[in-house]
């Protein structure tokens, strides 16, 4: 507005006072500029000689302070925001934050589906959406080849694993007592638990075959490590029960994870707190652990189920159990 001002105050002044007025403002600016390498300009300043540079052919002779390339880029910007506001009401609609995340993560659950499947599947959802845009929101895989992860092929064959592998416990006398525990991977139950001071490869059979008596309960695969005490005659012993041996790499506990994750949890959760003294000693510590653990402990992997489910009661007192003299208690409802 005060722009307008001055330039109606200029048609109205006389010639000879508009010639003085001129060479002042110019001696100004060029102190101005002989002082300051780069004026701050605001954004109404850049509107007026934008303005200025449609209406007056002869803008470019009474520049000092900034070049004419300069209004020229701001006059571009200023065309390029203006097409940008008027065709937002007509362009290509945005896509809702909630159908991209929707389609990544479809295509991450499912490995085997492309984008004509999951195109399908939004429009069953009510979700109408253009194949092309559906490729371009799905997760981007590093090998193209089309397959199963590893978590979804063991979590289809947990019923048939079991993991086994061998834990030391010293005692009060600096003795080492070894202690064979086996895992069901479905359930994440503790199946059988021997110790004992020396574990031989005859043992370690006689263990295994403890843990599944009944042809109905022995699963398709064991794993375990490669630890030099199973021996010939325990993988004979495994043969001999229809069971396949499936060995890890040397030094990689993470290939068995839910039989070490199980033996850290016997170690934090008992083993630490207490004091062995024996071999009988220690078997009966670990048979209540075992009784905790399969019945009374609440799994993360589970979902916080137990290994072996018990129904829920909603009434009645809630009542604590104590387990390993107190380490622990199981909370229930009373009948």
Known sequence: MRALLELLRLFLTPRASLIAENVALRQQLATLKRDVSRPRLRRRDRLFWVFLLR???????????????????????????????????HGRPLIPRRVITLIHRMS??????????IQAELRLLGIAIAESTVAKYMVTRIRPGRGQRWHTFLRNHARQIV??????????????????????????????IGVTTNPTAVWLAAQIRSAFVRPEDRPRFLLRDRDGAYGRIFDEAVEAMGIRTLRTTPRSPWQNAYVER????????????????SQAG??????EYV????????????????????????????VA???????????????
């Open 282 to 287: 220690l078997r009966a510590i670990l048979a």
């Open 291 to 318: 009784v905790y653990y399969n019945a009374g402990r609440a799994h993360q992997g589970l979902a916080g189920e137990r290994p072996i489910s018990r129904p829920r009661r909603t009434r009645g007192r809630i």
């Open 108 to 117: 991450e659950e499912n490995p085997l589906w492309g984008a004509p499947r």
């Open 55 to 89: 209406i007056w052919p002869g803008w470019r002779d009474s520049l000092v302070i900034i070049k004419p390339s300069t209004v020229v880029r701001w006059h571009r910007h200023g065309w390029r925001l203006f097409w940008r506001m008027k065709s937002r009401k």
């Open 262 to 277: 199980v033996i850290g949890s016997i170690r934090r959760e008992c083993l630490n707190h207490v004091i062995v003294l």
């Open 321 to 335: 159990m104590p387990m390993l003299g107190g380490l622990h208690h199981v909370y229930d409802r009373a009948a």
């Open 163 to 192: 993991a086994c592998d061998l834990l030391v416990v010293p005692t009060l006398t600096f003795r080492r007592l070894f202690v064979f525990v086996v895992l069901d991977h479905e359930r994440r139950r503790i199946l059988h």
